[in-house]
């Protein structure tokens, strides 16, 4: 069952190839972060969500995450996708009566963060009851119990734990079995964060899903085969770097370089560029081990010249990697 490949072994050894030894820089994590989760119904299953960007600054302000700005030369599309809903997970939300959210039950094409949001209103709410998969919605529709709205927003919200119970396997274990923590009535999970250079300047980003299942796995993030479909013109990029056997010498600050963030107050965010699924390039630097690229227009300009190469021709895939902000002390929100 294809479910079953999402939730990848950790790979204790970050080795690429067996032929030479060469080692992905940014595969081991700078730090640590507690992230609140959500739980929603798959099927009458409990699962876990973390929402990491959403393209509504309401929503993004209510949830304390990113907000994605429409694109200028797409007004009717978030940056999160580029062509409106199609092959997208759906995900429901009850708007007059509190209960969990509802995921689709069977993704065309797969596994996916990316989710439209549509919203359920009981007609009357005498009537309501709890609704704990996509055929309860659309029987309740069908029967004239609720109604179905679609905003054309968009959410990006990563699993965390999954209808047969596995948790993403870069979680983190937190001074005990399981890496949760709970405070105030909510659940937080322990993921590892990357920092990353964005325009000379310091950002910490999460990578929760990858389009290549070896990255995945990797890092043992979620394997979504289903990114290739957010996927707009002129997407935003991340440049890791490797260290190979010879040049241990390389810089150690080398993180990767992203091309865009969402402005400090993230749910304020009014950075058009910004958008968290990239491309995702690994990148050799030979025998430069002295310098320390922190722009990813050099780093564009640098590979076209022939002085940085890249390991695969055309890319890795894409990777879903939002930018967080982390409490001060690394403390629950």
């Known amino acids: 069952m294809w479910r079953r490949l999402v939730l990848l072994a950790i790979v204790s050894a970050l080795l690429l190839t067996a032929a030479v030894a060469v080692f992905a820089q940014t595969a081991k994590p700078n730090g640590y972060a507690w992230v609140k989760t959500y739980p929603a119904y ?27 700005s429409r694109g200028e030369t797409r007004p ?55 609704l704990l998969s996509e055929a309860d919605v659309l029987l309740a529709e069908s029967l004239g119990l609720v109604e179905l709205t679609t905003p054309g927003l968009y959410l990006n919200a ?8 596995l948790i993403i396997p870069q979680a983190v274990t937190a001074g005990g079995p399981f890496p949760f923590r709970f405070r105030g009535g909510c659940k937080f999970i322990k993921l590892p964060t990357y920092l990353g250079y964005v325009d000379n300047r310091t950002a910490t980003f999460l990578k929760t899903d990858f389009e290549d299942y070896n990255l995945a796995d990797e890092y043992g993030a ?32 080398q993180w990767s370089v992203y091309g865009e963030a969402p402005s400090p107050v993230l749910w304020r965010n009014k950075n058009r ?9 690994t990148v050799d630097r030979g025998d430069d081990c002295t310098n320390v690229y922190r722009n990813a227009e050099l780093v564009e300009l640098l590979i076209g010249n022939g002085t940085l190469s890249v390991l695969y021709p055309d890319s890795d895939g894409n990777v879903n990697s939002p930018t967080i902000s982390i409490p001060s002390g690394n403390t629950l929100k």
Not at 94 to 120: C, F, K, M, S
Not at 158 to 165: A, I, S
Not at 273 to 281: A, D, G, K, L, T
């Open 273 to 281: 560029q910004y958008m968290p699924i990239r491309q995702h390039w």
């Open 158 to 165: 990563p699993k965390v734990v999954w209808e047969d119970g």
């Open 42 to 68: 798959l099927d009458a299953t409990k699962v876990e969500l973390i929402f990491t960007d959403v393209s509504d600054q309401v929503w993004a302000r209510f949830y304390d995450i990113n907000y994605v």
């Open 76 to 130: 009717q599309t978030s940056h999160l996708v580029s062509n409106g809903s199609e092959n997208l997970d759906r995900i429901y939300f009850v708007a007059n009566r509190p209960q969990w959210p509802i995921l689709e039950t069977d993704p065309a094409d797969g596994y996916t963060p990316l989710h439209i949001i549509i919203i359920v209103t009981w007609i009357n709410r005498n009537d309501a009851y709890p």
């Open 222 to 253: 979620n394997f979504s085969p289903a990114l290739h479909d957010a996927n707009p013109s002129g997407m935003d990029v991340c440049y890791r770097f490797l260290i190979d056997a010879p040049c241990w010498s390389c810089p150690r600050n």
